[in-house]
């Protein structure tokens, strides 16, 4: 039994609460009891919270960090560079910058990713020896990081809509079919810090016959499905003219929408859209979005229509789970003129509970008997936080927190960050390293 104390702690409600002894046994926790005596537990100064979700995340992205800025450029032309990046990796390199990206996450306090992996193949898109040897990069390299992984297995078939073929890098995300791609994907084997879920990557990337392939084979397994919806306005045009449909509708008539659904971006939506998307988990990707210039999603409209709202560092033009989930309020707020329609809480649920959920982990992401013994402490004494009151330490971790105060982070009831530090890697060195080889 591990014993620990928090000066202060969320529990899920409207604010901290002091002096929260948390015991822990094996992965689970045991008990949590607020209000109580010290009495030899491992102190925990600063605030602590549940572990924190990375609901989406293409971890060979990091390669393109700041170097993607130079003459502006627009979405279309940042993925050739994204093309040019992918093009480079095989399965030792995809592995060594994922363990290195995973280990920044970790030491941002996040606990739990979601890998939206479309990577499969050998350039020129023959299989590797193992078909899933991209995957299983992926999976050991989060296990090295010591963060829990949700592999979300992309569908990519098309190169754009009329069954344009793939071609260039897009090669190496093809399956062919969607039936040979739900062959590859059912031989991925579950671990215990590692699920397996589905994608579609986007209804111009799946033809749209071949949607319910890739629907059915999550719901036959009760696994998470997550798709790109509407991130780009040309790609709502594109839907229309190709299908008289916009993407979500197109989703929702091919049985791809619902509670294990969640829907990426969600930017550029209808009226009619919102309504749809009413039972689906939304995954908001702010930082991403802004350096994509895409534009601000209707994140209040789709809460307001019952959608339960989680965060994702996407592209990883930073990570930072405080800035994801605070941009979900600001950024709203610079599109209406209106403040305060995301209360701290509610943002802090959407980067914790909302993310596990999204990811297939219902039972992690908050701070309870029975759930996993999976937390993050951040600091108070540290410049950015120092002086904050108890009673407003949520919306003070949630509106001013940054990556750099996580101080100590547990996964599965083991600590991955002490003290600000990884554990077992020299994540600084692990990213130079890694970039080194493949950054554009
Ligand atoms: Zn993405």
Known sequence: LTRLWAEHAWLGGERA??????????????????????????????????????????????????????????????????????????????????????????????????????????????????????GEAMIEAAAEAGIRLTLLDACYLAGGFGDTPPEGAQLRFSDGHAGAWAERVSALRERPHARIGAAIHSVRAVPADQLATVADWARERGAPLHAHLSEQRAENEACLAAHGRTPAELLDEHGALGPSCCAVHATHLTDGDVGRLGATAICMCATTERDLADGIGPARALADAGAPLCTGSDSHAVIDPFEEARAVELDERLATGVR?????????????????????????????????????????????????????????????????????????????????????????????????????
């Not at 093009?87 to 995973?102: C, H, K, N, S």
């Not at 996450?105 to 350039?123: N, S, V």
Request: proline content about 5%.
């Open 340 to 440: 305060g329609v995301h209360p701290a809480p509610d943002l802090l649920r959407a980067a914790t509970a909302g993310g596990y959920a999204a990811l297939g982990w219902p039972e992690g992401g908050r701070l309870e008997t029975g759930a996993l013994a999976d937390l993050v402490t951040v600091r108070f004494d540290g410049v950015r936080l120092a002086g904050t009151p108890a009673d407003d330490a949520v919306a003070s971790v949630v509106f001013a927190g940054a990556a750099g105060d996580v101080r100590d982070v547990m996964v599965g009831g083991r600590w991955v960050v002490r003290d600000g530090a990884h554990e077992s890697l020299d994540v600084a060195a692990e990213l130079r390293a890694a970039l080194a080889g493949v950054a554009p």
């Open 17 to 134: 609460v002091p002096s929260v002894l948390i015991e822990i046994a094996g992965e689970r926790v045991a008990a949590v009891q607020p209000g109580a005596d010290r009495d030899g537990a491992r102190v925990l100064r600063g605030l602590t919270l549940p572990g924190l979700a990375n609901a989406h995340s293409h971890a060979f992205h990091r390669a393109l960090r700041g170097r993607t800025h130079r003459g502006g450029g627009t979405f279309w032309t940042w993925r050739e560079d994204m093309y040019a990046v992918a093009g480079r990796l095989d399965p030792d390199a995809y592995r060594a910058l994922a363990r290195a990206t995973f280990a920044e996450m970790a030491l941002a306090g996040i606990t739990c990713a979601g890998e939206f992996h479309y990577l499969h193949h050998a350039p020129g898109g023959a299989p590797y020896a193992d078909p899933n040897a991209m």
